[in-house]
């Protein structure tokens, strides 16, 4: 079908595009993440797509990194998420975060995006489990994962912020308790 779009942007009306290729006006839905990232108006611009055919129409998508596109195909096999839904994860959150997310199997982050609740967001750390987010070991990875979680959650009610609180975290030993873990990681993010 249609893997890419290469032309001139004639038209920015979040989240759709109309990109001119050759004469043709293509209108193309963009997650927020690719739209910040776009070319001024009359300039070439060139995106990968997803093409999804439905009984009422035939819509395709556009996506700045081939990243953001598997996992907007990855989405889009889940059970109730649809491409609309798909979009707005991807526009509320980066593919890292989402894979951190799914990682630490934390659906209070999920929730954060616009039309996730809570079912959707632990059907989604299910169904994504494996594929997207970092096993963080095989032995005790359980126990490992409840208090990496655990530690990740106390420094953002802390206020820091996602980014923050994962690069402290993977500095700490696999061993660290939750308390100690939160210490040691208090200690680090004042060096920075």
Partial sequence: MIGRLSGVLLEKNP??????CNGV???????????????GLGEKVALLTHLAIREDAHVLYGFGTAEERNVFKQLIKISGVGARTALSILSGMSV???????TMQEAGRLTK??????????RLLLELKGKLGADLGPVGSHHASD????????????G????????????LPPDASVSDGIKLALKALSKL
Avoid: C, H
């Fill in 160 to 171: 820091y912020s996602d980014k923050e609180a994962m690069l402290a975290l993977k500095q």
């Fill in 113 to 122: 995006v616009p039309g996730i609740g809570k079912k959707t967001a632990e």
């Fill in 25 to 39: 006006g293509y209108e193309v839905g963009v997650p927020m993440s690719t739209f910040y990232n776009l070319p």
């Fill in 96 to 102: 890292q975060d989402l894979a951190q997310a799914i």
């Fill in 147 to 158: 208090v990496s979680g655990d530690i990740l959650n106390a420094l953002i009610a802390l």
């Fill in 15 to 20: 989240p759709q595009l109309l990109i001119d």
